[in-house]
């Protein structure tokens, strides 16, 4: 039961990044994209990792897509970017080296005598999450804080609104 | 048992290279980001698995991180696009050729 859920979850997931890819219209590709992360939060759970779908589902699908969504809205994209026409000459070296990269993976995880064991599912309690996240992973977590605070004080310096010198036109 | 671990990993190789053939056909800055996105996931995806075989809790924090790592890059690199619109005019990466010789 658990198996077949995990492969109809993979084709969708993978259909819905397929359909992301292809989009012509970001606001499209975003909506695309999210369904394939709900997916990816669903095999998740079935993996035995409830946190890290909660956590998929909230931070990826409602904090990161939202924000994708809040950018193109504000730029005011235009939905055709990309000239109309056979997208050949563009995604044609793209293919071949992605299904090259492909093969010699499929190849590689073939020939590897562990990678036919079983994966049965793992939960892991929130005491024992907690546990190594707070007790052997603090120092990182420590850095992480510290990485998230310097990505804010980034992002509000490259953004910040600067009036245009030399121009002439100054606006208030 | 759920599925084979190898089954896992063609999946996660094929949505990996999903986000790189996104990064590398698309022109847009928007759908850049979103390739960079597909692959982070991809990463979190083996990681879980990996979690799961060896039945260890280690995976699933480093999920974690790597969510956090994701937050700050997608907030940086939007703020760099939304500089780069009001400079150019323009999100198409062949609209940043200055340095062409």
Redesign the interface.
């Known amino acids: 039961m658990d198996s077949i859920l995990f492969y109809i979850l993979a084709i969708a997931a993978l259909a819905a990044t397929l359909l992301c890819i292809t989009r012509s219209n970001p606001v499209h590709a975003v909506i695309y994209l999210v369904n394939a992360l709900f997916s990816l939060a669903l095999i998740f759970y079935l993996l035995g990792a409830p946190l890290v779908a909660a956590w998929e589902v909230i931070i990826y699908a409602g904090a990161i897509m939202v924000l994708f969504l809040f950018i193109i809205m504000m730029l005011e994209l235009a939905p055709a970017e990309e000239r109309p026409g056979p997208g050949w000459r563009r995604w044609g070296p793209v293919l071949v080296l992605s299904l090259v990269l492909l093969g010699c993976t499929i190849l590689l995880i073939a020939g590897d005598p562990g990678a036919a064991q079983g994966v049965t599912s793992y939960y892991a309690s929130p005491r024992v999450f907690g546990y190594a996240l707070f007790k052997k992973y603090a120092l990182a977590v420590e850095v992480v804080s510290f990485q998230l605070l310097f990505a804010a004080v980034g992002a509000f310096y490259v953004g910040r609104h600067r009036p245009k010198r030399g121009t002439g036109k100054e606006e208030q | ?11 996660s ?3 990996f ?6 990064v ?5 800055l ?2 850049i ?3 960079v ?2 692959m982070l ?1 991809a990463v ?2 083996t990681l ?2 990996a ?3 060896w ?4 995976g ?2 480093f ?3 790597l ?10 690199s ?6 780069l ?1 009001r400079r150019k005019g323009s ?2 990466a062949n609209a940043f050729d200055e340095m062409r010789g």
């Open positions: 048992m759920i599925v084979p671990m190898s089954h896992i990993l063609i999946f190789s094929i949505l290279l999903m986000g790189l053939a996104c590398l056909a698309r022109r847009n928007i759908m980001l979103i390739g996105e597909i996931n979190g995806l879980v698995g979690s799961a075989l039945h260890q809790v280690d699933q924090i999920v974690i991180f969510m956090a790592m994701t937050s700050a890059e997608v907030s940086i939007l703020a760099m696009v939304v500089y619109q999100i198409n």
